[in-house]
C-alpha cells in the first residue's frame, strides 16, 4: 500500500542492510578518530581503535556524546570537515546556554533530502500535492529538512514558515494546499484560526498532515484528524542528527520507520545506559552513519521510545520505533511517581468536555512536589454553571489518579485563555527551583 520512495534501500534484507550498516559505522568512527580531535582523544583514553568494531554490537564499546559535549565546543569543534567544505549551517536555540550548531556538507544535504523524500512519500505526499510548510525557517532545522525533501519528491512547495496564522488559511485556500507541514499543536492553533474568519477547517480539502518536533498522543492525533479531515502521520528528527528524517510513520501508522542505513539506533537505560531488549521503553541513542561534517558517535537524544523490529504491512523492513512519550528531561516526578506530560494529555484528551490546550504547572510544597493541570475547556460545554464545572474538575481529577497513580490539582480554564504555540509547545512550567511559589 502507498508508493515507497527507495525500495532499493526500505525494503534490504536484514542480513544486507547489517552489512551495510556495520561497513558505514567502521567508515564513520575512523572518521571521527581521524579527524575530529575531541574523539581521537576520547577514543585513546577508552583505548577503543577503531579496529575494535567488528560488528554492530561493538558499538556499545563507543563513547557516548552529549548535548554538553556539543555546547563545550561551540561553534565547530566537533567538525569533521573544515569551513570551506560546508554548505549550511543550522542551531538549536536553546533554553539555557549556548545553542548547539550543527553544519552539513553537499552531501549532508543530498542525504538529509534523500531520508525526508523517504518519510514524506510514508506519509502519502507525492507530486500531486501542495505542500504548506509551516514550520520556521530558520537556523531550526524543521523547515529546511522538509522542504528540500519535499521538493524532491515534487511536491509544490508553499513555504510560508511560521506564524501569521490568518494568511496561513487564506492561502491554503487559495492555493488548494493539500499537505500541511508543522507541530502538532500548531495545527490546531490553524484550525482555530480557521474558524475565525468563518471558515470550517474541513472545508479546505487537506488530506495530509506531516506533524513533528514535539510529543504528541493517539488522542491528539484523533482530534486533529477531526478537525481538519486529514490523514495526520507522525515525523522525528533532531538537529544533532540530520533535521527532521530520522524516521517516519506510513500509512499503517503503527510506529514509525527508521532510515537505518543512515541512522544506527539503540534504546539503551537512561541510568546505566546498559542495552535494552526489543519492545522495552528506553533512551534513544543514534549513530549518524554517514554525516560527513559532523559525525557524532552515539548521540544521546534524551528521547524515550522502544523500537518494534516486526516487518510493517507496508513493505518497508526498516525497524519501526514508536512515537516518542518525551524526553527524560521533561520527566516529572511528582511524589515519587514518574509521568510524562504526554501521558497526563492522553488522559485529558480522552475526557470529554476538555479543550487539547492544556499546561502543567509544577510546584513544591515544602519537600512535596505539587502539580497543577490547567486545562481549556470546549466553546460548547462552557455554560458557566459552577455544578458542570465542579463535576468536570473532578473526573479529571479522577481519572489522573486511576490511570497515572498521581494526584494533581486541576484547574479548568476559559476558551482561548491559554497561549497558543506557533513551534514547539511549551507544556511545563517548573516553579520548583524558582521559588516563585512553594
Ligand atoms: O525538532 C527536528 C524536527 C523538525 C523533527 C520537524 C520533525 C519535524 P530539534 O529542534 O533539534 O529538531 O529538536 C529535537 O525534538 O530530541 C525530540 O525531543 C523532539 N522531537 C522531534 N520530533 C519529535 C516527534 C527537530 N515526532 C527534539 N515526537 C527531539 C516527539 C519529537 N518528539
Known amino acids: 500500500m502507498g508508493f515507497i520512495w527507495n525500495r532499493e ?41 577503531p579496529e575494535k568494531i567488528k560488528t554492530l554490537k561493538d558499538v556499545r564499546y563507543l563513547p557516548v ?12 569543534g566537533l567538525f569533521a570537515e573544515p569551513k570551506k567544505n560546508l554548505v549550511r549551517l543550522h542551531a538549536s536555540s536553546g533554553t539555557t546556554g549556548r545553542p548547539t550548531v550543527v553544519g552539513y556538507t553537499r552531501g549532508d544535504l543530498e542525504v538529509w533530502a534523500e531520508v525526508v523524500a523517504r518519510i514524506v512519500t510514508m506519509a502519502g505526499v507525492t507530486d500531486e500535492d501542495t505542500a504548506q510548510i509551516a514550520f520556521g525557517y530558520g537556523l531550526f532545522t524543521g523547515a529546511f529538512g ?29 492555493f488548494g494546499t493539500t499537505a500541511l507541514i508543522c507541530t502538532p499543536s500548531y495545527s490546531l492553533h490553524l484550525a482555530e484560526t480557521a474558524r475565525e474568519l468563518g471558515i470550517e477547517p474541513r472545508s479546505l480539502g487537506l488530506k495530509w498532515g506531516l506533524f513533528g518536533s514535539e510529543p504528541w498522543t493517539e488522542e491528539m492525533r484523533a482530534e486533529i484528524e477531526k478537525q481538519w479531515g486529514i490523514v495526520a502521520t507522525d515525523n522525528y528528527g533532531l538537529s544533532e542528527i540530520i533535521g527532521p528524517g530520522v524516521s517516519g510513520e506510513c500509512l499503517e501508522r503503527e510506529g514509525l520507520h527508521i532510515n537505518e542505513d543512515h541512522f544506527l539506533v539503540e534504546v539503551v537505560d537512561p541510568e546505566t545506559l546498559e542495552p535494552k531488549e526489543p519492545g522495552e521503553e528506553g533512551e534513544l541513542i543514534i549513530t549518524p552513519l554517514t554525516k560527513e561534517a559532523l559525525p557524532l558517535l552515539r548521540y544521546r537524544t534524551r528521547d524515550i521510545s522502544k523500537i518494534n523490529p516486526e516487518p510493517c504491512r507496508c513493505g518497508r523492513t526498516t525497524t519501526r520505533m514508536q512515537r516518542v512519550k518525551g524526553r527524560t528531561d521533561d520527566m516529572l516526578i511528582i511524589r ?11 488522559v485529558l484528551m480522552e475526557i470529554e468536555g476538555t479543550a487539547p490546550h492544556y499546561q502543567l504547572i509544577v510546584s513544591k510544597r515544602g519537600y512535596l512536589d505539587e502539580l497543577e493541570v490547567q486545562v481549556e475547556i470546549e466553546e460548547k460545554f462552557f455554560t458557566g454553571k459552577f455544578k458542570d464545572l465542579e463535576q468536570l474538575t473532578r473526573t479529571i481529577e479522577e481519572r489522573l489518579a486511576s490511570t497515572l497513580q498521581i494526584s494533581a490539582k486541576v484547574k479548568l480554564l476559559e476558551p482561548r485563555s491559554l497561549e497558543r504555540s506557533e513551534g514547539k509547545a511549551k507544556r511545563v512550567i517548573d516553579l520548583r527551583n524558582s521559588g516563585e511559589r512553594g
Do not use: W
Open 65 to 76: 556524546t552529549t548535548k554538553d559535549d556539543l555546547r563545550d565546543n561551540y561553534p565547530f
Open 336 to 346: 515519587g511517581v514518574n509521568v510524562f506530560p504526554s501521558q497526563i494529555e492522553s
Open 9 to 49: 534501500r526500505e525494503c534490504m534484507s536484514r542480513k544486507d542492510l547489517e552489512e551495510l550498516q556495520l561497513a558505514r559505522l567502521k567508515a564513520q568512527v575512523k572518521r571521527a578518530y581521524e579527524k575530529v580531535p575531541f574523539y581521537r582523544e576520547k577514543l585513546e583514553k577508552a583505548g577503543i581503535y
Open 146 to 174: 522538509l522542504h528540500y525533501g519535499l521538493e524532491k519528491v515534487g511536491a509544490l512547495v508553499v513555504p510560508i514558515s511560521v506564524g501569521n496564522s490568518r494568511r496561513q488559511i487564506q492561502l491554503m485556500r487559495d
